[in-house]
């Protein structure tokens, strides 16, 4: 069965581009978040979209992030003029029966 | 605020040997937890959860204890297997009765070494 795909999965980009980072959820999962681990650090929540209802975006470190999520299925995180400490893992993750299913993660490296 | 903490970065047990990981959190308003393994290069993996109302779980060679008044939980890995070792995450969140977990807040993780 298809669990929750990532890509790209490596992204090295330079100071000051944007991203763009997509997750994939499993079939049928109605929510859906996105979270970071830098290095040595537990996962951090970014946002999270459950169904219909307005994003909660609470995580966001700063306006240069954000994410949509189209047709209650695929999700796109952008982040804009990249800054090195945006480098990190970034872990999406779908969630249907009280259990989140997560993605293989994106490393970003700002240089 | 560091609203959930793992104290312990690293654990070394033979194998076969019970493994404790332990967690705290100071947020009462946490009502469900659960423990993930991650794996170098891989997204973590769901292992246990429970619920407030409850103070065991158990799947197998895993058990999670919560003790609310301390605002601790644990994990009991027996006997514990070399193929074990990896990164456990404990995450704590304010379910209310809702099907889905909602946010999560993680701790540091502790990463964990079991010896043949």
């Known amino acids: 069965g298809a669990g929750v795909s990532q890509s790209p999965s490596n992204k090295v980009t330079e100071k000051g581009k944007d991203v763009e980072l997509r997750c994939d959820p499993i079939?049928?999962?109605?929510?859906l978040y996105w979270y970071r681990q830098s290095l040595g650090q537990g996962l951090e929540f970014l946002i999270y979209?459950?169904?219909?209802?307005?994003?909660?975006k609470s995580g966001l470190p700063s306006d240069r992030f954000s994410a949509e999520r189209t047709g209650g299925s695929v999700s796109t995180l952008t982040i804009q003029r990249t800054q090195q400490e945006d480098s990190a893992v970034y872990l999406c993750?779908?969630?249907?029966?009280?259990?989140?299913?997560f993605g293989p993660g994106t490393r970003l490296t700002v240089t | 605020d560091q609203q959930v903490k793992q104290n312990s970065p690293s654990l070394s047990v033979q194998e076969g040997r019970i493994s404790i990981l332990n967690c705290d959190y100071t947020?009462?308003?946490?009502?469900?937890f659960l423990w993930y393994k991650k794996y170098p290069a891989e997204g973590p993996t769901f292992l246990i959860s429970?619920?407030?109302?409850?103070d065991k779980n158990e799947d197998g060679r895993f058990t999670v204890f919560l003790n609310k008044s301390a605002k601790h939980l644990s994990l009991h890995i027996v006997p514990s297997q070399p193929g074990d070792s990896a990164v456990y995450f404990c995450a704590a969140t304010r379910k209310e009765g809702s099907s889905n977990t909602g946010k999560l807040i993680f701790g540091q993780g502790t990463t964990l070494q079991v010896k043949p």
């Open positions: 993750a779908s969630d249907l029966i009280g259990e989140q299913y």
């Open positions: 429970i619920s407030s109302i409850k």
């Open positions: 079939s049928g999962h109605t929510a």
């Open positions: 947020n009462s308003m946490f009502d469900y």
């Open positions: 979209f459950q169904g219909n209802s307005a994003p909660d």
